[in-house]
């Protein structure tokens, strides 16, 4: 931990909130500050204040002003033109034109089309090479998913940015590094949290519950597995369900003045894969996957990342301490699997091996609700929505569901964008 701490002090010049939650688990920390280092800092296809202005671009569209401003700084010590940050119409021409792609893939990436590549990469003087693009790509799915991260684990500025704090160190020993950026400043508050209090007889239930659904699910795997048909039926019907879990939250989330002038189209936003009236149709994995076909090609064009982001996905899939709440020895691969699955469902991205039924067993709505919310309007996401799943899971457990999110999100994103630009290099 401590060794992570310092190499990220060194490179950063700061020991951002990010990493203090993040630590929670050192494995994917480090696999994410070195591929986070790669992407902004070594060499490249595009000039660093490029990348730090589209991590700009990328953190506006869900209006995360944290990142905004982080990035804003790293911008200007890179020698980035100010006048910039005036507004996305001052940038070149060159990044204006990047602005549909980020609007695409943050709110509906399977829009994305060989057309929105070709019209990158033909527009004459403003033309992207591919390798920018694929630069462009990952960076842009770097920050929508870093995003979400900010805003499910409820992460506040740091004491010397506008809008930062400090806090003071409470006397109770159940206290986490979550809550530094959630803003707990004293006892009482860590009291009346639900992960920091006595464990009430439902919550515990609510675990028990939990357990015995997956060891019931391995049962029926063990003995009998559905058809083609019957699993294809289930992945339709869960796709069509998750239409129906939406915010419970009704307040709209309005983009101040500072954080929407870096992007356009205002208005647009998250909208269902399989709403009324309109069919996308399903994105099917053994006929374009990361693994046989997206890493080949970032690794090709950007020498080294496609390794680092296949490396920071498998330790977010794979990573377990085989223990769930106050129970250990226990196998969470059925688990974590769902998430992964139920978020790349919303995406219309389908595994012909998965049995989508399990999903409805494994995450109740509570849970969902937070899942659509972080991945798909994190902006939206609030303190309640965090507290009311899992209620008796620790707050290293959350984050390792909120690691989970953004990865599973990334690489929904990547997998649309890379398929496009695979179809206009074919």
């Known amino acids: 931990m401590h060794t992570l701490f310092a190499e990220s002090f060194a490179t950063l010049g700061r020991l951002d909130n990010v990493t203090l939650v993040m630590v929670f688990h050192p494995q994917y920390l480090e696999s994410f500050l070195k591929t986070q280092h790669y992407l902004l800092q070594m060499d490249g296809p595009l000039p660093l204040h490029y990348r730090h202005y589209i991590g700009i671009m990328a953190a506006a569209r869900h209006q995360c002003s944290y990142l905004v401003n982080l990035h804003v700084n790293d911008f200007l010590h890179v020698g980035g033109d100010p006048k910039w940050l005036n507004g996305l ?88 590094i979550c809550d530094i950026t959630n803003g707990y400043h004293g006892v009482d508050e860590i009291h009346a949290s639900p992960a920091g209090s006595i464990p009430s007889t439902e919550s515990v239930c609510e675990v028990e519950a939990l357990m015995e659904k ?14 083609q048909e019957e699993m294809a039926t289930r992945f339709e019907r869960e796709k069509r369900e998750s239409m129906f879990v939406c915010s419970s939250e009704d307040e709209e ?25 309109m069919h996308v149709p399903t994105f099917r994995v053994q006929d374009y996957s990361w693994e046989d076909h997206g890493y080949s090609l970032v690794n090709r064009l950007y020498p080294d990342v496609g390794q680092l982001l296949d490396e920071k996905f498998h330790i977010a899939y794979n990573l377990t301490y085989n223990t769930m709440a106050m129970h250990k020895d226990v196998d969470t691969s059925m688990l974590r699997r769902a998430i992964w ?14 049995d989508y039924g399990e999903i409805n067993q494994l995450l109740d ?13 994190p902006e939206k996401t609030t303190k309640r929505m965090y507290d009311s799943f899992w209620r008796q899971f620790e707050h290293s457990e959350k984050v390792h569901v909120n690691l989970l999110l953004v990865e599973a999100r990334m690489q929904a994103e990547l997998l649309y964008a890379l398929r496009a630009i695979t179809r206009y290099m074919t």
């Open 89 to 176: 119409e001052n940038a070149p021409q060159k990044l204006q034109n990047l602005g549909e792609l980020n609007k695409m893939l943050a709110h509906r990436p399977w829009l994305i089309t060989k057309e929105h590549i070709e019209q990158l990469l033909k527009t004459e003087e403003n033309s992207w090479s591919l390798a920018e693009l694929i630069h462009a790509v990952v960076l842009l799915t770097h920050y929508h998913s870093l995003a979400s991260f900010t805003f499910g684990c409820g992460i506040s500025p740091e004491i010397d940015c506008e809008g930062g704090h400090t806090f003071r160190p409470p006397s109770v020993s159940n206290y986490c």
């Open 253 to 277: 989330s309005a983009a101040t003045r500072d954080v929407s002038r870096h992007f356009e189209d205002t208005s647009y936003g998250y909208k269902d894969f399989s709403r009324h009236g």
């Open 365 to 377: 709505r509570s849970f969902k609700v937070y899942i659509k919310t972080v991945v798909c309007t």
């Open 214 to 227: 997956m060891k019931q699910l391995q049962e029926c795997r063990d003995e009998e597995e559905a058809s």
């Open 341 to 354: 699955n139920y978020i790349h469902c919303m995406f219309g991205i389908r595994y012909d091996d998965y």
